[in-house]
């Protein structure tokens, strides 16, 4: 796993947290600011996002934290199918947050409407309303691959130069 | 269990419901139905009520056009947001309802669109228009009115609420939910059982085993089926298990109400080692997948089972220990106690079930009232208190969580070998229904369950425990001071994606 054609810090021999909190400071050279949107989940999806922060992974040390406004947000990690019902809260969310910025489809229901797919009260996923720029697989994606993406995420931020 | 259904007027619905009620009988759910898929040719509507001698079905049935009933709500106010949905989805007018507005589809889906009708497809989304919700609010001199959400700061689901204040103190507050409505119900419509079950088990992703468990007993009862002994009792150390690491987060989630960092620290670090166990056991760390109609889909793991037994013991030792330092923590309790009470008549009247039931003097559990799994064979001890408040609600939950670790021990030391499933036994008859109900982290979860042609689901609803005790929120809350909302919204720690489906 080589990184820099993707925007992301080469592996070596770090692992993917250490990589990480390596690509938000070259990126940004201050912390990661995380706004949630729970656009429709069943709470599974969010309950691991809430897990990032116990003490085991404790993403804070990376370096990374969730914001309470949108307008403090570099990123916004959507989870759920977008509810027809949430779409305008969603949406405002969305447009209150400063550029450049982020946004990630967290788990099958926000990037293709997963197992409620199909139905008449949400979308097929987030892409239908928002622009969407890094897809994190599972039902849910576990705190890892959440962990992961986040890395992919910043990568695409200011993808990371090796001659530089 | 097969209770019979018995057709009723629609003027003597509410009556003999709230005449059951009455005699000692609790509420368990309406369901509003389409008749035309099963032979008839108009609505109806079913009222569900648990007795003592089972549960009473009644029945009754309304023409297609002006399909409505005089509503109970003024008698059941349990009823209350029931009869509002079966209004959204299937345009069954509860007459003279208190609170006629929106429940589930909001202010901008059109009026007329009654997505439960047969005739609707499951995946026609019509145009949303503008409208907007129109709070209850209290006014008066020195009263303001406080809007927030639906989006919140936290990794939090999304809800508005209203509160009407004078001064930090809150006089009312109006709850806005149904933002996660996904339409899962519509959705199961013409699926075989085994299609559902992974739709129905994502109600709330973090009850998957309830409700899946609720679905496949309702399915075994359609047809006919008994499943083996081991996945009996293993369904039992599943429940519990989910019990355990919500309960363990719950307790943690009281504390961040208070902002005890310690006790959310060291309850968030036993959360996260029972996930790993969790996943350890089944290969999910929510338990998703395994719970199964005729029993588990998979068999436990055997090196999870392995570990489990001195995993508990730690886990166990630790919680107490967590439990005595925040009890020991005067700030702490001083917070909790006399916040957000609610009283044993006002939690009867309003239908409050699990925690929230417990914790004001009510002894309600179904692991012991309608034994399901192997619980009969087990000896529940239920746990109530009688405060009513904040720190009920915690006493309740710690002694809950540690009769779980017990309940598990003891199921490890009496679950058999063998076969962990069993095919299904019989198609059911297009139009025979089931009802099944499981006690979840949360309370009683109920489903209704009628089967379509060759093992198909006609109709499914499902209601949940979250969907029930959120009015027993809104009713703890008035009296209280502004800033204790998140802790005592916390301390009954809802959940808005079973309600909202
Ligand atoms: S992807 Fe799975 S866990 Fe996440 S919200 Fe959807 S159903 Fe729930």
Sequence with gaps: MTGGSNGMIPAGDLDAAQRLRRTIQHTLGRSLHIRHLDAGSCNGCDSEIAALLNPYHDIQRLGIDFVASPRHADLLLVTGTMTR?????????????????????TGACAISGGVFAGAYAGRDGIGEVLPVDVRIPGCPPRPEALIHGLLVAVGRLAPFDPAA | ??????????????????????????????????????????????????????LARLRAQLPLTNPSYPTMSRMVPAAHW?????????????????????????????????????????????????????????????????????????????????FSAIGERVLHLDARLFFVHRGLEKLVEGRTFARALPIVERACGVCTVTHALAYA???????????????RWARVLLAELERLYNHVGDLGNMCAGVGFQPAISRLGWLRERLLQLNDALTGHR???????????????????????PAALDDIGAELA???????????????FQGTGLVGPAEARTLGALGVAARASGLLLDLRADRP???????????????????????????QEAHEALRLVREVLHEMPDGPFRAPLAAVPATGASEVAGVEGPRGASWLWLRAGPDGTIDRLRLRSASFANWPVVAAAVPGNLVPDFPLINKSFELCYACTDR
């Design chain 1, 85 to 105: 019902n949430l779409e305008q809260a969603a949406k405002r969310t969305y447009e209150a947050m400063p550029e450049p910025r982020l946004v990630v489809a």
């Design chain 2, 1 to 54: 269990m097969a209770e019979p259904v018995e057709h009723i007027a629609p003027v003597a619905l509410g009556p003999r419901v709230a005449e059951l009620i009455a005699d000692g009988g609790h509420f368990v759910m309406l369901v509003g139905l389409d008749e035309r898929s099963v032979g008839g040719d108009g609505l109806a509507i079913e009222a569900v009520v648990a007795t003592q001698s089972g």
């Design chain 2, 82 to 162: 029931d009869e509002r949905e079966a209004k959204d989805l299937l345009g069954i007018v509860p007459i003279g309802h208190p609170d006629p507005r929106r429940l589930v589809l909001h202010e901008q889906w059109p009026s007329g669109y009654a997505p439960l009708r047969k005739d609707v497809p499951v995946d026609r989304q019509p145009a949303l228009g503008d409208h907007h919700f129109v709070p209850f609010e209290v006014h008066g001199e020195g009263v303001y009115q406080l809007p927030v959400g639906p989006i919140h700061a936290g990794v939090i689901e999304p809800g508005h609420f209203r």
């Design chain 2, 217 to 231: 007993q309702a399915v075994e009862s359609l047809t006919r089926t008994t499943i083996p002994d081991r996945a």
């Design chain 2, 286 to 308: 929510y338990l998703t997948g395994i719970v199964a109609p005729g029993g588990l889909a998979a068999d436990l793991s055997p090196d999870g089972l392995a570990i489990l």
């Design chain 2, 321 to 335: 220990a967590a439990v005595r330092s925040i009890i020991r923590s005067e700030g702490v309790m001083d917070r």
């Design chain 2, 372 to 398: 399901y799994a192997a619980y009969g064979e087990l000896d529940v001890s239920t746990t109530v208190f009688h405060g009513g408040d904040v720190a009920a609600r915690f006493h309740v939950r710690a």
